[in-house]
């Protein structure tokens, strides 16, 4: 089936990036290759070859084609990134313009409100809305309080108890990968991210590939990366997808925080560690057993990771600016015209 803009995700915020001329179309990027992109438009899947260095794109971007060449990525409207693997901090854009990010945890051992908060911490610093689901309802008690202590975390959450072997129960989650909706899953290994995945899409086997032309000839591209929902919209599956670290994410941990960050603005002193200092709001709030001491250890933790996490790959950023400036001087070629 050839799917239209809307329901490949298009909407105003890519449409008012570019003025589309002659044969420019708007493609979608399903698959990212060291030389060469694959993508989904409303002509079809079509390959292309990347304006610059194929990692300046990711899955779920926007680029306009000009034939067989890709402009740069639109500007998107969220953005996953990681630490890569080892030490060297550089960021890797996991995904783009993801709708939702669906954090998976179970109702059982695997639920840890300290790795929630980081990945609510990491949800809200890509822009994507966060929805919690949580796995094997079916072998616990009581779900309902799993879901409860997961909804206490943020007033911006949804949070869904489900069997994920049970068609009917995964089938709530349909409104989040409608419509050319967008949504990830992330969280530990064996919770269900997969059995949900093959309930909501038709393609059970993810190495089924599609027919693609290519300039070339004829070959296959493999739609494993952003998968077709049954409901109309998609779902983003890469392998960096399913190991995630926190990198980035300052503005996200302000927000899973806010109330101890709100607090820690009326706090005597502006650099207060919130332990001996006279004055601390957070220690009346703590003694008064309005928040959770817990919490406020967890806060420091990933503030402090962050933080570290932050300066490395800011380091890096400027590197990776000046190779893409280089790349930008020389090559003007399939650029799409934007506005601005
Ligand atoms: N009873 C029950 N079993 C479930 C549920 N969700 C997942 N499982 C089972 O748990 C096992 C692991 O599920 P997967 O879907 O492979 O987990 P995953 O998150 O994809 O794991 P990785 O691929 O390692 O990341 C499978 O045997 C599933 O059938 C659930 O809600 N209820
Ligand atoms: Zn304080």
Redesign the pocket.
């Known amino acids: 089936m050839i799917p239209t803009l809307k329901s490949l995700g298009w909407t105003p915020a890519f449409a008012r990036q570019v003025d589309l001329v002659d044969e420019d179309h708007p493609v979608r990027v399903t698959a990212v290759h060291r030389s060469r992109l694959d993508g989904l438009s409303e002509k079809g899947p079509i390959s292309l070859s990347p304006v610059g260095p194929a990692g300046m794109y990711a899955v779920g971007d926007w680029v306009i084609a000009t034939g067989h060449a890709a402009s740069e990525p639109l500007e998107r409207v969220t953005e996953i990134t990681r630490r890569a693997a080892g030490e060297d901090s550089k960021p890797q854009l996991i995904a783009a313009n993801v709708d939702t990010l669906g954090i ?1 945890t179970s109702c059982n051992a695997d639920f840890n409100i300290a790795r929630l908060e980081r990945y609510l911490a990491m949800c809200a610093a890509s822009g994507c809305l966060p929805l919690v689901i949580l ?5 616990s008690d009581d779900p309902a309080s799993y879901v409860k202590q997961a909804q206490k975390l943020s007033t911006l959450l949804t949070a869904i108890a ?4 049970d068609e009917e129960d995964v089938a709530r989650l349909t409104p989040w990968c409608s419509d050319g909706q967008t949504l990830a899953l992330v ?1 530990s ?7 949900i995945q093959n309930r909501l899409t038709d393609v059970i086997d993810t190495t089924q590939g599609i027919r693609a032309d290519d300039a070339k000839g004829r070959h296959t591209t493999t739609n494993r990366n952003l998968r077709a929902a049954r409901a109309g919209g998609w779902l983003i599956d890469t392998p960096g997808m ?1 190991e995630l670290r926190l990198v980035d994410a300052t503005t996200g941990v302000d927000e899973v925080f806010a109330d101890l960050t709100e607090l820690a603005t009326q706090c005597k002193f502006n650099d207060c560690a919130h332990q001996t200092e006279p004055g601390c709001a957070v220690r009346v709030a703590i003694d008064a057993g309005d928040i959770d001491a817990d919490r406020l250890e967890r806060w420091r933790k990933l503030e402090k990771e962050n933080r570290f996490n932050t300066a490395t790959v800011g380091e890096n950023r400027g590197h990776m600016k000046r190779l893409q400036k280089m790349y930008d001087e020389g090559q003007a070629r399939g650029k799409a015209k934007r506005k601005f």
């Open positions: 998976v796995t094997k309802a079916d072998q489900i069997n994920a072997t969280g290994s064996g919770v269900g991210k997969t059995t399913r």
